[in-house]
């Protein structure tokens, strides 16, 4: 088992728990009040999705070979169209954790201090050698790329 270590950077931040023995994730808290805009239509017809940051008031020491995912809650998700953007964390970064909520929905959302806003998962880094070679090995796909197989 592997050490996270873990700084409160204010001292309105809640360290991440793990709500169950099988979560894969541990919950980020918020540590101050903050206001997700709601997503709106611009006169071109395009949504502007309301986003915010929301500070978690951490910062963690996340171990060589890993790197972390912060991922959406599936509450928030399934209930008020939250979404976590940018979400990853390399093992040399020190500075506090923030997470960006992206609103689909019409209405703000606010955030407030001490509620779980995302989740933090450690992921198992691959090694590779990068070879530069003049042609791949085929496949029946190919490069087709976006629907090529038939789904979606």
């Known amino acids: 088992m592997q050490e996270l270590k873990i700084k409160r950077l ?5 360290l991440p728990t793990q709500m ?10 918020a540590a101050k009040e903050t ?6 239509v611009n006169k071109e017809g395009f949504v502007d999705i309301g986003r915010a ?6 910062a963690v020491e996340i171990p060589l070979g890993l ?6 809650r599936s509450g928030l998700s399934v209930k008020h169209n939250l979404e976590v953007g940018a979400g990853w964390i390399d093992s040399d970064y020190r500075g506090e954790i923030l997470v960006e909520l992206k609103n689909f929905s019409a209405h703000p959302f606010l955030v407030n ?3 779980r806003v995302a989740q933090l998962v ?5 090694e590779y050698i990068l070879t530069e070679v003049e042609e791949l090995n085929p496949t029946k796909r190919g490069a087709g790329g976006f629907g090529s197989t038939g789904v979606g």
């Open 10 to 14: 204010v001292n309105t931040a809640q």
């Open 20 to 29: 169950t023995v099988g979560s894969a994730g541990l919950d980020l808290y």
């Open 35 to 40: 206001i997700i805009p709601a997503a709106k």
């Open 53 to 58: 940051t929301v500070s978690t008031g951490i």
């Open 67 to 72: 790197v972390g995912r912060v991922g959406s």
């Open 113 to 115: 201090p001490g509620e």
């Open 122 to 126: 450690l992921l198992k880094l691959g």
